[in-house]
């Protein structure tokens, strides 16, 4: 058999089962598995082999072959953050989304930027040929200013899965991400076309902008009208698989990054097909394995020795960035007149870094060979620092702002140990062979409500009028949601199928405010309750999908919102015996 061949085969069995070991030991350090699928690939890579002088289990022809994997698999997640530019989210913030995502990418690029620039100005002073020290620098500033806007949506998106984060916070999150890196590769474009090309123009930089739009939105489109035809979830996955996998290879083949034209897709999909959910949950049916592999991969191909070589510069953008995405987010957040919470966590969300800026960095040390390349290890050490980094603080601050459930972030112990396991196969296997065995079931437990409920939840202002109220009903998935005054303080809950006939008397639903149709929280559950008598309670009231969560103690106070889908999945993953 063909040497090579055999090379990949390994190279994708030894990634594989690392990812494996990397998960579960990670789970044990109770930190996101994305950091173990990086420091699985990490340790099995050839940066790691060649720096401890150790065999090489993944060679790097090897990772040049399993490529296409990565390719495919970043694409679908750029898909799915295009998606979350919908219009009904962005009307649902207005203009406050725009001004959220200019500040935050306005205060990490000039903090980074001006970082830089001071640095290699002042202190390094290191100059290129043919320009002056004052250019250099400056031209140090702009890039890294531009690739420090980028967020990973990657590993952004697989720690919102793993922690099943959801809340205004999350939704906030996965919105800027797409803002963020559509500011930085536009940005990125303009800067490398007018400053650094040696064809630039007009016509190539509309080339360079356009064209992922045209021809992302023309596959985005077109698989919109396909999905429309098709009834099967297996025929809605390789539809999708298709779209993107099409997305790559055109772009490759017409000299574009595939970034921009699979965020086109996601978008233009998700606003025209009436079936963008169903897609995405066929979707999330089989994408897992190639997202686990694109991160021990993106692990593998991490360069440790570049660690050593960003001296200052590297620092300095380091440093800078991560102070800038948490200022950023503040005042962003500030200027958008969002919570306290958006204030407080979102800049840590958006730390994570990894294939948009190292695409980005490639294609300026190819377009400007000299000042790229030092660019690029800039770029590249900085990288290995946020990928490991990065889903750490993205869990952080979602948990913080109270969008994770605690059973999520607890569930963290293998359901048996090495000699339980053992045990457990060779009773399966006696009983397969028709040999007598006894059977023992043990409980683990129950739960209590304050485990699983969302703590940050969507409320409304109590003097919010009828025809502001619809808007916001209308761009949530939920139908009750609980009503505040100023103080915070819970008035009680709105249903929207008890309102909906309010409708058609529009002289009636003038005078309204939020207050005056919220009714009293006859049906709520204390914290405390276990699992058990809340789905009890559920089965009681089967008309009801949300339950407000009091504190028994202060009925005034709402410390968040027990959804029936919650429950029943933690008797799923807990095999309670309800």
């Known amino acids: 058999m063909n040497n090579e061949f055999i ?52 060679s790097r022809f090897a990772l040049g072959e399993l490529r296409i994997i990565s390719d495919i698999a970043l694409a679908l997640i750029l898909m799915n953050i295009g998606g979350q530019l919908r219009t009904e989210n962005l009307r649902r913030w207005k203009h406050r989304i725009y001004l959220f995502s200019a500040g935050e990418a306005l205060t990490t690029g000039l903090l980074v930027g001006l970082s830089v620039f001071c640095v290699n100005q002042f202190i390094l002073q290191t100059v290129l040929s043919s320009l002056t020290l004052l250019q250099t620098s400056t031209l140090f500033g702009v890039f890294t200013g531009i690739i420090g806007i980028a967020t990973a949506p990657a590993a952004t998106l697989m720690v919102i899965r793993e922690y099943e984060a959801d809340g ?10 797409g803002l963020n890196n559509l500011i930085s590769a536009f940005a990125f ?39 429309q035809r098709l009834e099967l979830g297996s025929e809605h996955k390789i539809l999708l698989l298709a779209g993107v996998t099409s ?65 200052l510069l590297g620092v300095a953008y380091v440093i800078a960035r991560t102070l800038g995405k948490i200022a950023g987010g503040w005042l962003g957040a500030k200027i958008g007149n969002f919570g306290q919470r958006e204030q407080t966590w ?78 457990s196969v060779a009773h399966h296997f006696r009983i397969n062979l028709g040999l007598p065995a006894g059977h023992n079931v043990e409980n683990p437990g129950d739960i209590l409500v304050r485990h699983i409920m969302r703590h940050n939840v969507e409320t409304i202002h109590h003097g919010t009028h009828f025809q502001e109220l619809l808007q916001v009903i209308a761009h949530s998935r939920y139908d009750r949601f609980p009503v505040v005054d100023d103080e915070r303080n819970f008035i009680g809950m709105i249903n929207y199928t008890e309102i909906r006939n309010l ?44 339950f407000p969560v009091i504190d028994p103690e202060n009925p005034k106070k709402l410390l968040g919102i027990l959804s029936q889908n919650d429950v029943l999945a933690a008797f799923r993953k807990l095999n309670l015996d309800s």
């Open 503 to 546: 409708l058609f008397d529009p002289d009636l639903s003038d005078l309204l405010v939020a207050q005056d149709l919220a009714s009293s929280a006859v049906h709520s559950i204390p914290p405390d309750t276990s699992l058990r008598d809340a789905l009890k309670t559920f089965q009681k009231k089967r008309n009801i999908s949300y």
């Open 247 to 311: 997305a790559v290879a055109i772009s490759r083949t017409i000299g574009l990054e595939p970034l921009l034209t699979c965020m086109a897709m996601g978008a233009v999909l998700a606003n025209s097909s009436p079936r963008w959910h169903r897609l995405v949950k066929s979707l999330n049916e089989i994408d897992y394995p190639l997202y686990v592999v694109f991160f021990v991969l993106a692990g593998a191909n991490l360069h440790i020795q570049t660690l050593g070589h960003i001296g």
């Open 168 to 177: 205004p916070v999350t939704n906030v999150l996965l919105t800027l991400v």
């Open 346 to 423: 979102i800049g840590m969300t958006l730390l994570a870094q990894a294939g948009m800026a190292i695409g980005l960095a490639a294609t300026l040390a190819n377009l400007w060979p000299e000042g790229g390349a030092l660019v690029q290890t800039v770029i590249l050490g900085s990288v290995v620092i946020f990928e490991l980094v990065g889903p750490l603080a993205v869990r952080h601050g979602l948990v913080k702002a109270g969008e994770v459930p605690i059973l999520s972030v607890l569930r963290k112990r293998a359901p048996q140990g090495a000699m339980e396991g053992l045990h």
């Open 7 to 58: 090379q990949i085969i390994v190279a994708l069995a030894t990634l594989l089962f690392g990812a494996l070991v990397g998960g579960r030991l990670a789970m044990l350090c109770r930190i996101p598995r994305v950091t173990g699928y990086l420091l699985a690939g990490l340790l099995v890579g050839p940066s790691f082999a060649g720096i401890f002088g150790l065999p090489q289990l993944v």
């Open 189 to 227: 474009a303009i800067a490398a076309q007018l400053l650094v090309s040696s064809n630039g123009n007009l016509a190539s930089l509309g080339y360079q902008l356009a064209m992922p739009l045209l021809v992302g939105g023309a596959l985005g489109f077109f698989a919109s009208v396909w999905a």
